[in-house]
T-cell receptor, first 115, second 115 residues
Framework: AQSVTQLDSQVPVFEEAPVELRCNYSSSVSVYLFWYVQYPNQGLQLLLKYLSGSTLVKGINGFEAEFNKSQTSFHLRKPSVHISDTAEYFCAVTLHSGGYQKVTFGIGTKLQVIP | GAGVSQSPSNKVTEKGKDVELRCDPISGHTALYWYRQSLGQGLEFLIYFQGNSAPDKSGLPSDRFSAERTGGSVSTLTIQRTQQEDSAVYLC?????????????FGPGTRLTVL
């Protein structure tokens, strides 16, 4: 079975500063990796996903993530955050095998952008 | 509508009562998922539908929980004899065709409070 660890439950950062939200996964087989964002009082929406190919994935709103197989990590980064980035971010994995998409989510990291 | 919708947005009920939560997926999406989001617990998978069938019900926490889907569209999650530990946000997501690499589209959720 796969698992996802988001080490930081909350990350405060000043506006226009860079940010990294950490995600590590555990799986004995190949996985697909996702980052979802949940803005206050809204559902989750996809930021980006890694399926194959280039390990650096670019997503919406200036976010990017790098897949590191040796470290089993998929950290999310943004070089300069805005107030509007304040939200909760979820890392998630699915297995390549098994046909359908059974997603395992991390517990989430709350990003608080400080003016 | 263009997105996944859920109703009601908020539900307050008394312990022991039954509740029904509704999900309208994106038109044409054959895969539908229910998750539970509890404070500090992340997103917990409950059940997966492909069409009207539920190949994976492994996440339903007890036999008080059931779900159905009709016409390959609307789904209802029913919780019987609600308990205080059932208080959470219940999220629905849909995708097409439901493969491991697909993006899931989430509704805004139903916040259930059991008094």
């Amino acid at each position: 079975a796969q698992s996802v660890t988001q080490l930081d439950s909350q990350v405060p950062v000043f506006e226009e500063a860079p940010v990294e939200l950490r995600c590590n996964y555990s799986s004995s087989v190949s996985v697909y990796l996702f980052w979802y964002v949940q803005y206050p009082n809204q559902g989750l929406q996809l930021l980006l996903k890694y399926l194959s190919g280039s390990t650096l994935v670019k997503g919406i709103n200036g976010f990017e993530a790098e897949f590191n197989k040796s470290q089993t990590s998929f950290h999310l980064r943004k070089p300069s955050v805005h107030i509007s980035d304040t939200a909760e971010y979820f890392c998630a994995v699915t297995l390549h095998s098994g046909g359908y998409q059974k997603v395992t989510f991390g517990i989430g990291t709350k990003l608080q952008v400080i003016p | 509508g263009a997105g996944v919708s859920q109703s009601p947005s908020n539900k307050v009920t008394e312990k022991g009562k039954d509740v029904e939560l509704r999900c309208d997926p994106i038109s044409g999406h054959t895969a539908l998922y229910w998750y539970r989001q509890s404070l500090g617990q992340g997103l917990e998978f409950l059940i997966y539908f492909q069409g009207n069938s539920a190949p994976d019900k492994s996440g339903l926490p007890s036999d008080r929980f059931s779900a159905e889907r009709t016409g390959g569209s609307v789904s209802t999650l029913t919780i019987q004899r609600t308990q205080q530990e059932d208080s959470a946000v219940y999220l629905c997501a849909s995708s097409f065709p439901g493969l491991a690499l697909d993006t899931q589209y989430f509704g805004p959720g139903t916040r259930l409070t059991v008094l």
